[in-house]
């Protein structure tokens, strides 16, 4: 048996999700979506004032200070310390592009930023939430969302592309520890699909010298191939309630269903 899953569930225990990114894009639908449910804690780690939001609380927090991360996810742990949860999820969903230009064009301290929000903070949310949970959801989850530029090389994103191929195979060794472990931790790297969010107007804003694929990518616009980003997000929750992110831990949402 898993060495968390014996533990007591209190009657109406709650779902904990922590999500980051929560200010725009994937990550607001996400907590809207999550905060219609009664039954869910929500802990968003944005760039916003701290602050009590619908279904829970915002810490404020640049991801791209690990120091800072790891002072947030102290107020994180004193705020769940005690509790008994019947799951708990952490979604690493705040992301960035830039730079976007040839890597030797790239700014060094742009491409730094990148693979420390990208990879980094998620590495060390998912390792902070590990510990932090053991002992309280006999469930737990993490999701951290990838892109398909993680398995294939695009132009002008090296750097996007390296961190996101990294999450997916960080997400693979911890789904890998928790195996061994018989532990009943759920870790999967999601490639979302192309969705309408500030993210895609960075991405059509590029130059076509910097990005040679930008003609691409205004033209998915145009034609409305963007998905909205709550119906991404209500894809994504209802896969996971569904338990349809156990088994492969590197998974794209359209492959779903
Ligand atoms: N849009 C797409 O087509 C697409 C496709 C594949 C994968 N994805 C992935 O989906 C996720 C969400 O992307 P999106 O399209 O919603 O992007 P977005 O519209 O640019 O939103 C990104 C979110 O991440 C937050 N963020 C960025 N840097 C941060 C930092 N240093 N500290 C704290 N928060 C930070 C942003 O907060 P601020 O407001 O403070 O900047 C924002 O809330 C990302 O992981 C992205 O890589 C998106």
């Not at 929000?117 to 969302?145: D, H, Q, Y």
């Not at 991404?232 to 338990?243: C, F, K, N, T």
Request: hydrophobic letters at 45%; aromatic letters at 4%; one cysteine or more.
């Amino acid at each position: 048996m898993a060495d968390n899953a014996h533990l007591p569930v209190a009657p109406h225990a709650m779902n904990l999700y922590i999500v980051t990114g929560t200010t725009k894009g994937l990550g607001e639908a996400l907590a809207a979506r999550i905060s219609l449910d009664q039954d869910n804690e929500l802990i968003a780690l944005a760039r916003a004032p701290d602050g009590p939001i619908r279904g829970g609380a915002r810490f404020e927090v640049d991801l791209a200070d690990t120091a800072a991360l790891d002072k947030v996810f102290d107020r994180v742990e004193e705020r769940i310390r005690g509790k008994g949860y019947a799951k708990a999820v952490l979604i690493n969903n705040a992301g960035v592009v830039a730079p976007v230009a040839p890597l030797e064009r790239a700014d060094a301290g742009e491409i730094e930023r990148n693979l420390v929000v990208n990879l980094v903070a998620p590495m060390l949310l998912m390792g902070r939430f590990l510990r932090a949970t053991e002992a309280g959801a006999p469930l737990r989850r993490i999701i951290n969302i990838s892109s398909g530029a993680g398995r294939r090389p695009i132009s002008g994103w090296s750097a996007y592309c390296a961190a996101k191929a990294g999450l997916d195979m960080a997400t693979r060794v911890v789904a890998l520890e928790a195996q061994a472990r018989s532990l009943r931790v759920e870790a999967v790297s999601l490639a979302p699909g192309v969705i309408d969010t500030p993210m895609q107007g960075t991405v059509r804003s590029a130059s076509a010298q910097d990005f040679a694929d930008v003609e691409r990518f205004r033209r998915m616009k145009d034609e409305g191939a963007l998905r909205p980003a709550m119906d991404v997000a209500e894809d994504i929750l209802r896969a996971e309630s569904a338990g349809k992110l156990a088994g492969d831990a590197v998974l794209d949402l359209r492959d779903l269903g």
